[in-house]
Structures are given as structure tokens and as C-alpha cells.
């Protein structure tokens, strides 16, 4: 079973807003977030994956997703790289 960790951005229309979380099924996950069940900071959104990495370890990929909700400037870096690739 593989682990992931992602980042999600709001579409447009909507106020500019990202998301790091944890998954091991990213697709249910985004329809969690864009119905409302997902994370309450999430809630009352339309959103897109612009970033995800694969784990094969639960603990590493929680230790990355922790690591990457702290490091604003690492997680900035990686959401310019991510839209200007869009």
C-alpha cells in the first residue's frame, strides 16, 4: 500500500488558499475536500491537486507531510514550481 502526501490548491473563483494532507487514496481524498467532508480548513472550497509524493513507509510520509505544513518557504517554492507547470 502506498502513502501520499499532497498539496491541494483552491480553483479559480475562489479565494487563493493551499492545503498539505495525508492520504492513501488520493482520489477519494479530493472528493472529501470538494464535498465538504475533508479537513474543516478545507471546507467551502473547490480544490485541485498541484502536488503529490509517493511513500511506501506510513511514518515517513507523515514525518514529510508534518515537515512540509512547518516549512512555509519549502512548500512555497514547490506551489510556484507546481502553477507555473499547469
Known sequence: MFHYV???KTL???KKRTYVGYTINLKSRLDKHNSSKGAK???GYKW???????FMNKSKALS???KLK?????RSSIIKE???KL
Open 82 to 84: 507546481r502553477c507555473y
Open 12 to 14: 479559480e473563483g475562489f
Open 64 to 66: 514529510f507531510e508534518y
Open 48 to 54: 485541485k491537486i498541484i502536488y503529490k509524493k509517493r
Open 41 to 43: 480548513a478545507t471546507r
Open 70 to 74: 512547518k516549512d512555509r518557504k519549502k
Open 6 to 8: 499532497y498539496i491541494i
